[in-house]
């Protein structure tokens, strides 16, 4: 089984623009009152939230916004994440594992709704024990989340088990 997500993460680059118009606008309104001949007005907190909430959605942005290849054909799995926002240019935040397919020892998948990861665990010879990789899967539509935890089970299944 192949598939990626890279045509539900082409909405992150517009995400990233009104976020920064909304950081921009607010940032011109609170010189405009403190520029104001009106001493009664004041800046406080409040005038600031609007900059802090947004700076907060937009770091998790920056943190989900990643684009996921997985591909199960063939004798190996590959697992690739991916930056979105300078993709097309160079890649960036990479994070691959491409390994056979006996060797990988369990994996663990987490749905949170807002958050979704596919950690995986990988036997070694050069190491005991297993390494641990963690792919970020959240711009997976459902039917891609489901397909993929049924193509690891069945891995499991069928191949047998090696001793590091």
């Known amino acids: 089984m ?3 997500n890279k045509t539900e993460v082409k909405i992150i680059p517009s995400i990233y623009i009104v976020l920064v118009a909304v ?3 607010n940032i011109f309104v609170n010189i405009e009152i403190m520029m104001s001949s009106d001493n009664e ?3 406080t907190f409040s005038h600031f939230l609007p900059n802090i909430i947004t700076l907060l959605i937009g770091l998790y942005v920056h943190r989900i ?3 996921f290849d ?3 054909d063939g004798e190996t799995l590959n ?3 991916n930056g979105v926002f300078f993709s097309k240019f160079m890649e960036y935040r990479v994070k691959k594992a491409e390994f056979p397919k006996r060797k990988l020892g369990k994996f663990n998948f987490v749905d949170l709704g807002f958050y979704s990861a596919l ?3 990988i036997s070694s010879k050069r190491k005991r024990g297993y390494r641990k990789y963690t792919f970020n899967t ?3 539509t459902r039917k891609k989340k489901k397909g993929m935890v049924d193509s690891l089970n069945k891995v499991l299944e069928t191949t047998p088990k090696v001793t590091a």
């Open 2 to 4: 192949r598939f990626t």
């Open 23 to 25: 950081f921009v606008t």
């Open 41 to 43: 007005q004041d800046l």
């Open 65 to 67: 916004g990643q684009t």
């Open 70 to 72: 997985f591909d199960s």
């Open 79 to 81: 697992f690739k994440n």
């Open 119 to 121: 950690t995986i665990y």
């Open 138 to 140: 959240t711009f997976l």
